[in-house]
């Protein structure tokens, strides 16, 4: 049996077919850990203004839309208050596994063939902890916000799942606004039929502008204890991102586990191995 992938895009895949450390010097800050400060605050600004919009759903399958006034609290180190979320936190914290770089068990490739896929895969998380092409970051409020909704669907813990939001962006009547799609389901990876790039497309020739997507990585293993999610581009991750850059204008990619996030320009997915 295949791998599974890491990346979102690899439900894309499967559905057609079946990061010795170096360091440069000056070492760069994305390469220290930079833990989430425990007197961040969980506090009620880090939430949405409204409540979204179902656009389809079938069984747990879901496509939702929320569109809010693009706040300072959403770009803040805030964090929801939000019970789900931080059972996840401590969870991880107790197991200290609340770790930059996850550290977790190693795949045990098969084949040649998963050989050179998990090669490009470590290729991928090396260059995303070099600081070369993208920083990760804590968490802020508008990505911890995303990953508490579905993990408050379905607990990352016990059920991981994986959602695709894209976040678009417009000013109106001198007001920055978001318009977030949302696609998850129960299943590790939802449907590409809710991905909602259809009605991307149709927003963006009404004037707005892909300014991101973000999506999670979920759970690893680590001996048997869990680990966080690798906040990197995986091999297929890359190959949708490039696909959406030049189709519907993509700006930026952002990658959680909700302790961090990778951000990083569309420009910099040149740097990056998509699959064999």
Request: proline share 8%; aromatic share 8%.
């Amino acid at each position: 049996m295949m791998p599974v992938l890491r990346g979102m895009a690899a439900a894309v895949a499967l559905a057609g077919t079946a990061l010795a450390r170096r360091q440069p010097s000056p070492a760069p800050l994305v390469n220290q850990v930079v833990p989430q400060p425990a007197s961040n605050p969980h506090a009620p600004e880090c939430r949405f203004s409204d409540a979204p919009v179902v656009l389809k759903q079938s069984g747990n399958a879901i496509l939702q839309v929320w569109t809010v006034n693009d706040s300072e609290s959403l770009s803040s180190a805030l964090l929801p208050v939000d019970g789900a979320f931080l059972e996840y936190r401590r969870t991880l914290e107790r197991a200290g596994a609340d770790r930059l770089r996850p550290v977790a068990d190693q795949p045990q490739p098969a084949n040649e063939s998963e050989r050179e896929m998990w090669s490009r895969e470590k290729r991928n998380e090396e260059l995303a902890y070099s600081g070369r092409a993208g920083v990760v970051r804590p968490v802020r409020c508008l990505d911890a916000l995303l990953f508490a909704y579905q993990n408050a669907r379905y607990p990352q813990l016990s059920h991981p799942t994986e959602f695709i939001a894209s976040i678009l962006r417009q000013t109106i009547d001198g007001k920055p606004v978001l318009r977030i799609y949302f696609a998850a389901s129960d299943a590790l990876f939802p449907s590409k039929d809710y991905y909602g790039f259809e009605d991307i497309k149709k927003e963006i020739s009404a004037g707005w502008e892909f300014w991101a997507m973000l999506h999670n990585h979920t759970i690893q293993r680590n001996n048997g204890a869990p680990a966080l999610g690798v906040p990197a581009l995986s091999s297929s991750d890359v190959d949708l991102l490039r696909s959406l850059a030049q189709s519907v204008a993509l700006q930026n990619a952002w990658i959680t586990n909700g302790f961090y996030t990778i951000v990083l320009p569309v420009a910099a997915l040149d740097q990056y191995l998509g699959r064999p």
